[in-house]
Structure formats: C-alpha cells, structure tokens
C-alpha cells in the first residue's frame, strides 16, 4: 500500500488513468461555462492525453456528446423525466399484463394523437412500438380509468412529498445530534433526552396491560405515532407550497432576467478582503485530535490540514468513525498537536484478556493481597469482586493496583515485569507516608485522582474526574477545570513535598504553574463512583504515549473507563478464584516441607544414636553424626551460609534496590521481596520445615 502511494505522488497515474478514460475533460469556469483541458496547454494535465489505443475514439466521441461550443454551453437536465420514467414503466407493465401486441399492419395516425403530459414534459423520444402502445391504451380507456389514474397520480405524488418531508425532517434531526456531538460525547447527549414515559405503577401497569390486549396499542404509543404523522404531514404541505411557488415564480420570471449565478461564482469583494486577511499557509504534515474539548466523536482521531480559518483547522480525517461519518470537519487549532507518523507505532490495541495461573499468582503477591509465606495468611487481603455494577464505595486501592498490573501485563505482550521508565506509587505506600502510619488495612478514598510526575518533559499532569460544578453548560470552562478536590490536590502536594525531600524530584520541577485538570471536558457521571476507572483510564493512555503511540492513542476517556469496569470484572472473578487455590498448594507445599522435616529429624536421631555409641567406644564420628550431635546436643541453629541458593538470589536483588521498601508493600518495613530481615526470616522457618533443624527464636514467626 505504500509503494502504491509514494508510486503515485511521483507519476500521478490516478489522475492520468481517469484522463485516459474520458474523465476529466472539462474544466468548470467561474462564469458558469466549462473549459475544455488541453493537454498541451494546461499544466496540470501535461502528459495526460484523452483516450488510448486500447478505447475507441466513436466511445469517446458519445462520452463528450453533451457538451456544445466548445465547452460553452450545456443543456441543463430534465428533470421531468424522474416522474415520466414511472409512467413509461406502467407503459410497459399493461403492455405486458393486458397481452396487447400492436399490429404493424394497422394503419394509425400518430401525429393527431395528443400526447400525454409526462411525455411532453420530459421530452421523450419514444419508439414507434411505444407510441402504437400508448395510442392504443389512451383511445381505449374509459372516463372512470382516466380518473382512477389520476387518483392513483396524486397519491403516488402525496406519497413522494411526503417520503420527502420525513428525510428532511430526519435529516434535521441528525445535523443537531451531529452537531452536539462535536462537542460532547455520545453519552452526555444521550444523557440530556428526558423519556416522556409516566410514573408507572402496579395499578397503572395492569390498566396499560389490559388495554393493550384490547386495542393492541397504549395512547401513549398511538398519540406519539400520530404526532409523528401530523409532523410529516405539515413539512409535506409545505414542501408542495414550496414547489408550487417555485414553478410560478420561474414560469413568471422575464425573458431578459439575469441567469442565477453559477455554483462557484467567488464570493462578495467585503468577504474577499476578510478571507485574504485570514488566509495563512497551510501547514504540512499529519494533526491529531489530542484535547478532550473536541468530544468524543473527534478525539484521538488525525488527518492532514485543508483550510485555515480564523480559529478552527479544517482536517481531512483517515478515517470515519460511527459518531462522526464526515471526514472533513473544522476542529479550533487548540485541540491539535502535530505528530511524526513514521516515529509512531501503529495503532494501540488491546487484546484479549486470558490471564495463567503463574500470572495470577504473581499479579496477587504484587499487589500485596497474599503472600509466599503460608504461615503469614491471616494478613492476607480478600480479593474485591467486581459486579455489573459499579461498587457503592467506588473502587479498592487493591482493584486499582490489580488494573495497573492489568495494564503492564497487557502492554508487554502478555509479560509481567516492571514497565522501563515508568514507576507507580502503589495507594497503600501513599498512604503511609503522607500520612506517617507504620501500616494501613484497607484504602478507600471517597475520591480517586492520579497525578504523573513526568522527568523527561519536566511537567506534572494532574487528572480529576470530579465535576466542579453540577451545571452541565459549566463544563469545561476555565473557573470549573480549577475547581478540583481538595483533599486529593493537598495529598498531591505532599506527596510531592515528601518526594523531593528524599531527592527523588528537584525543587525546579515544583516551581512551574500550580496543578490544573489534564481532563478538560471528560467528567465521570453524575451521582457515580466510578473516579476509580477513570484513573484508570488516564493510566491507560498515559502508557500509550510512553510506549510510542503518541498522544491520544488508546481513546476517549469516558468509553474507556466504562471498558475497564468490564475489564475489572472479569479479572477480579478471576483473581477470586485462584485464592483458596494458591490458599490449598501453600498447604500442600507446607505439607510436604513438614514431612520432610519429620524424617530429616528421624535420620538425625538415628545418627544421634548411633554417636552416642561411637563415642562410647571412643572411635570417630562421622559427618552426619557429628551434626547430629550439634544440632540436638548443643542446640546449634542454621547458620545463613546453611540457606539454599535461592536466598542469596533473593538477599542480592533486595540489596541492590536498596530502598527496603517496595510499592506493594502495606508496611513501611516493608516485605519478603524488599526487607531483608523479613527475607532472611522466611527462609529460615522454610530450612527449618525442610530439614528439622533448629532456628533462633527472633526468626520464628510472630517473634520481633
């Protein structure tokens, strides 16, 4: 496809083809006339000769038939013809219903036959088989059939009128959607029709019931049919006044009345200095839609830039979408933000959700929800299922943490791992430090919010979904994007305090403009609780652009907050279910480190036995003997240089992130993957399961 485009923008073989075959020929003028495009004195179509080898030149000659002087004059179209070809179809049909076969024999006298109106008004050149038809049917119609036709007319017409008053009233009706989605969603203007339907109830339910059994419609149904029908009845007299005062008006009209002008005649000389004032070179290259101002039928959405006005663009869109079928629509510049196509990824998908056991497994010890150690179950936290509907409370820290794991997962094709040059404060860690706790159960806000800390860009993006103001018409004005949570912008203030006082951020960074909505227009819906999605949401685009799709890549913020809670109950059902299942091979896997202890203890007290007897005899103990010995005798604990390798593995990456802490933890002491005291002491009471050797006590669980 691209050879295909680049093959063309060199040797304009589109547009030669179309000349080749007969297209193209002629030019309109300014005054109304057509030229005609001589390849040897138009620039643009040198080397663009009309017709070829292969098209015969009697073809061509019949395609430029309609045009006369030389381009200067072209006969305007008949348009009665539209209804004559109706009339001459009924021709036809009786011809071949009745089984009348004119007889060539038969003498008739054609030219004393008057003929019908339609024939005359369309100017119709019939066959001399049609004329002999048409005689025949005219002379032998009785006065009744005459007049049973002309009813039959006048229907057909009040039919056609009023077919077209109902487009044109529906196509009213789409311009104004049309036009109100330009700037809202989808479902914000959904959300403004008001149903017409009453209170219902039990009673009037069972009235409405029996009466529609009876009558086989509701009134309400019938008056709001018959409304619709006197709406259709009204446009289509007016369309027929219309069409009548437009038939006076031309039959009326004088003979040396000045011709209408041309379709494009320039426009007035006050608009010629208005538009030469605003004319501005068009810009290259390829615009995206990057503001949520511009509603969701747009945003997202890119193409090439036609015209400039005095603040909108028009863009010629790649592609049409359901919302908004035109691809050529005028967007205020603002909105815009040019991109480097061949620097950007193709498309952001997401693909289908299907999550193994180990990536369930890691997502929930990632999140903090259960551990690896089976005697620490009691701190684990129940999965939140979520249902249909939204939650009432809104969403979980958990559930936001299981998203954004979610997001990783699916980003990476399916891969668990940290994202490079992305790092999330996990809520619950938030919490802690803003707040000074040692630990903290469960996190939930009455509001979530999601602040981005960019170092590349040195910038803070801020994303609230909170209306600051209940009045629709207030929305996305500049006094409503201010007016954003409290709590959560001074939460946000002091997380970033607390971060450039462990000289995470400089202080340069926080010397920019105060926090301001990313989120221009979207905001969740009125009475809901579902700031937690739209969190996630923002997370999901911002890791879009990160990953080279550019901006506005993964779509508009409100249809995908409603597509993670799909998401999110899909996942927590699943997450749910592996618990108790990760719960049983926890136990079994203890099970077996037990039953190894016993007999790693039973062997050692064989050995114990049989040193004692050696020692009795004074001959030499062996290995196992003398560990024996030690470990019953003189109470010797496993030493760290005892523990399997996977500790030292384990002990070295904790060492090297050196924090002691990690985003999933819910204690500031951290966890077995970043504290390496509770890692130590893990694989201690394991060895001490595995082998049935003593350990310190400070390593027993529940010990400090």
Not at 121 to 129: C, N, R
Not at 436 to 444: C, G, I
Not at 515 to 527: A, D, G, I, S
Not at 621 to 648: F, G, N, R, W
């Amino acid at each position: 496809m691209e050879h295909m485009i680049q093959s063309n923008e060199k040797k304009n073989w589109v547009i030669a083809g179309l000349r080749r075959n007969g297209m193209l020929v002629m030019r309109p003028q300014k005054d109304g006339s057509l030229k005609y495009q001589d390849e040897h004195k138009e620039e643009w179509c040198k080397g663009m000769p009309i017709g070829s080898s292969r098209i015969s030149q009697d073809w061509l000659k019949n395609r430029m038939a309609w045009i006369k002087s030389g381009g200067n004059q072209v006969d305007e179209p008949i348009w009665a013809r539209i209804e004559g070809a109706k009339e001459l179809a009924d021709l036809i049909e009786w011809s071949y219903t009745s089984g009348f076969v004119a007889d060539e024999q038969e003498v008739m006298k054609l030219d004393e036959v008057d003929q019908p109106e339609w024939v005359a008004a369309g100017k119709f050149q019939l066959p001399l088989d049609l004329r002999r038809l048409l005689a025949k049917r005219e002379a032998g119609m009785s006065s009744e059939g005459q007049e049973k036709r002309e009813k039959l007319r006048e229907k057909r017409n009040q039919k056609k009128l009023r077919n077209d008053a109902k487009k044109q009233l529906d196509a009213e009706e789409r311009e104004q959607i049309r036009a109100s989605l330009q700037s809202k969603s989808k479902h914000e203007a959904m959300q403004q029709i008001v149903p017409s339907s009453r209170t219902v109830t039990p009673a009037s339910k069972a009235n409405a019931k029996k009466k529609s059994h009876k009558k086989g419609k509701s009134k309400d149904k019938l008056a709001v049919k018959y409304k619709k029908k006197d709406e259709i009845k009204k446009a289509a007299l007016a369309l027929a006044k219309k069409k009548k005062a437009d038939e006076a008006e031309k039959a009326n009209a004088p003979a040396d009345a000045p011709p209408l002008p041309p379709p494009m005649e320039e426009p007035p000389e006050a608009d010629e200095a208005k538009a030469d004032e605003s004319k501005q070179p068009v810009p290259p290259g390829v615009f995206r839609v990057v503001s949520d101002m511009a509603g969701m039928s747009l945003f997202g959405r890119q193409g090439t830039v036609m015209a400039i006005g005095e603040n909108e663009w028009q863009i010629f869109l790649d592609e049409v979408s359901k919302n908004a079928p035109s691809k050529l629509v005028w967007i205020k510049h603002q909105y815009l933000q040019q991109i480097e196509t061949s620097q950007l990824k193709k498309k952001w998908e997401w693909p289908q959700l299907s999550l193994s056991r180990v990536h369930k497994k890691e997502i929930l010890i990632e999140a903090g929800t259960i551990g690896e150690d089976v005697d620490d179950q009691e701190s684990w936290d129940p999965v939140e299922v979520i249902g249909p509907k939204c939650p009432d409370g809104g969403l979980e820290a958990q559930t936001i943490v299981f998203g954004w794991l979610l997001l990783q997962y699916m980003s990476k094709g399916k891969q668990l791992g940290s994202m490079d040059g992305i790092t999330m404060l996990f809520p619950q860690l938030l919490w802690c430090l803003v707040n000074e706790k040692a630990e903290v159960d469960h996190v939930r806000g009455n509001h979530w919010t999601l602040m981005v800390v960019d170092k590349k860009s040195r910038s803070i993006r801020y994303y609230d979904s909170l209306r600051g103001s209940v009045d629709e018409t207030e929305i996305g004005t500049e006094a409503e994007i201010q007016k954003m949570h409290e709590g959560c912008v001074n939460m946000a203030e002091e997380v970033l305090s607390k971060m450039l006082s462990c000289e995470c951020i400089d202080e340069a960074l926080l010397n920019g403009p105060p926090l301001r909505r990313e989120n221009e227009k979207v905001r969740q819906p009125m009475m809901s609780n579902m700031c937690g999605h739209f969190v996630l949401s923002y997370m999901e685009s911002e890791m879009s652009n990160h990953m080279g799709y550019g901006p506005a890549s993964a779509g508009h913020a409100h249809g995908l907050a409603f597509a993670w809670h799909s998401r999110l109950e899909k996942m927590s059902k699943q997450l749910a279910n592996e618990v108790p299942k990760m719960r049983k091979d926890l136990e079994l896997a203890n099970e077996k480190q037990i039953q190894l202890g016993k007999k790693s203890l039973d062997q050692m007290h064989k050995q114990h036995e049989l040193a004692k007897s050696r020692m009795k005899k004074n001959e030499e103990l062996t290995a196992l003997m003398s560990e024996a010995v030690a470990c019953l005798d003189e109470k010797k604990t496993i030493q760290i240089d005892q523990l399997p390798h996977e500790y030292h593995v384990a002990r070295a990456r904790i060492v090297a992130r050196g924090v002691g802490i990690c985003s999933s933890c819910r204690f500031q002491s951290g966890c077995l993957r970043c504290d390496e005291a509770k890692c130590l002491a893990y694989w201690m009471r394991r060895e001490h399961k595995r082998t049935g050797k003593p350990i310190d006590a400070k390593y027993q669980m529940g010990k400090p």
